[in-house]
């Protein structure tokens, strides 16, 4: 028995147990953190839903609760321990069982934290176990035995676990695990593992079969994507020209490349591929070449912007987003307005500001040259003031544009507008009938609200 059809069997006899009970079992379910974090979820969803729970909202109201945790910042751990308080009541007068996986589990200290001051948890998994969440679980439920189940060497890729995706449009696809590069900052690689990458074959198959269920949109997954190396030296740029041949898939987006790997097969294949969207998240963590050198980035504020200049030039119309953090142990004022600078430079059409945080066992944290936290908020404040700026100009250019919209689904806001996305990731909300979902359509822009576009369907 493969050892997927293994944990098939786990997942059954809970099922079977669950039905015994006669009662409607209902599971809740957190995730903090990126994206692969969120595949990661719609694989426990997945294998849940296949025991027979019920997804709910409401955590007061479930047998099961689910914490899928994130590290790379201070704030989300805090999250994970206010939600711990908070579901305690749930554990000791309903008997829920209170699950914890994800990357803050990989570490000593917090699952130290955890023993002791929420010793009340039935399971905790890590990474590199999240395959086995079936087996743990049944014997969590079986023994009523608290299971603590973490791996610190890389666990393998597992194929064909059970899947329940979030959305019916746009899916994603994780192409790798883990990371290589070891910036200073960062605490991914001590959680994720090394760099493994998945068979181009396993993936072609799984994006293939997304198109034939009416899937239009995929995201490409992965710490640092251009570093995909597949079975039978398939490089990143053969994978994509392999993905775009895959018929009723329109978009294609990956995130996150390095800038450091960013090879010119890469730029051409977006360059001569419509499906391949034309905005490239491109991290840049900071824009002076002696913080980016302490940072271990492998590549200067020149290198960056002539990386920009060239993508320019060989991919018309091409557009940035990226990742910036501020107050990085020894950053000077004048370091920091190099950031700015780019920033200027570079006209990114989005840009996720964040405020360095300490994260122990990293290179970064030991060294000397801390930001006092003042001076890094007055800091993210200026960022944030001019990309706040930059959008509002960067906005106007769609006025009066026809953009290529899939569309989404109703407008959170007002159920009676649509809403959708452009190639370059704006949202645009839109007069037009709910059976338009799922299609693209060509919509003028109308309005410009900062944080999204009004439009018009054309028809
Ligand atoms: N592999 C991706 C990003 C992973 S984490 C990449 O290299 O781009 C997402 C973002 O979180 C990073 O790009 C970085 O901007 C931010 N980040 C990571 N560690 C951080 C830390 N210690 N403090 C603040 N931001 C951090
Ligand atoms: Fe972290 Fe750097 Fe790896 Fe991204 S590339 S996950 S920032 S170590
Ligand atoms: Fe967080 Fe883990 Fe992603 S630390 S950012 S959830 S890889």
Known sequence: MSIIEEQNEYINKIKKYNEEKNKKFKYYILTMGCQLNENDSEKLCGMVEKMGYEKTDNPNEADLILFNTCCVRENAEDKLFGKLGEVKKQKEEKGAIIAIGGCMMQEKHITDKINKSYPYYDLIFGTHTLYRFPEDLYKVILNRKKQEDILDIDGEIYEGLPIKRSDNQKASVAIMNGCNNFCTYCIVPYVRGRERSRKPEDIINEITSLASEGYKEITLLGQ???????ENGVTFAKLL??????????????????????????????AENEKICKIIHLPLQSGSSNVLKAMNRRYSKEQYLNLVEKMKKQIPNVLFSTDIIVGFPGETEEDFEDTLDVVEKVKFEQVYMFIYSR????????????????????RFDRLKELVEKQTEINNEKYLGTIQKVLVEGTSKNNAEMLTGRTESNKVVIFEGEKNLIGTTKNIEI?????????????N
């Open 224 to 230: 640092n994507v251009n570093s995909y190396n597949g």
């Open 241 to 270: 020209e392999k993905i775009v041949k895959i018929d009723g898939i329109e978009r294609i987006r990956f995130i996150s490349p390095h800038p450091k790997d960013f090879t010119d097969d890469v730029i051409k294949v977006i």
């Open 359 to 378: 994260r122990v066992g990293t290179p970064a944290d030991k060294m000397e040259n801390q930001i006092p936290e003042e001076i890094k908020h007055k």
């Open 446 to 458: 109308i309005e410009n609200c900062l944080w999204y576009l009004k439009g018009k369907i054309l």
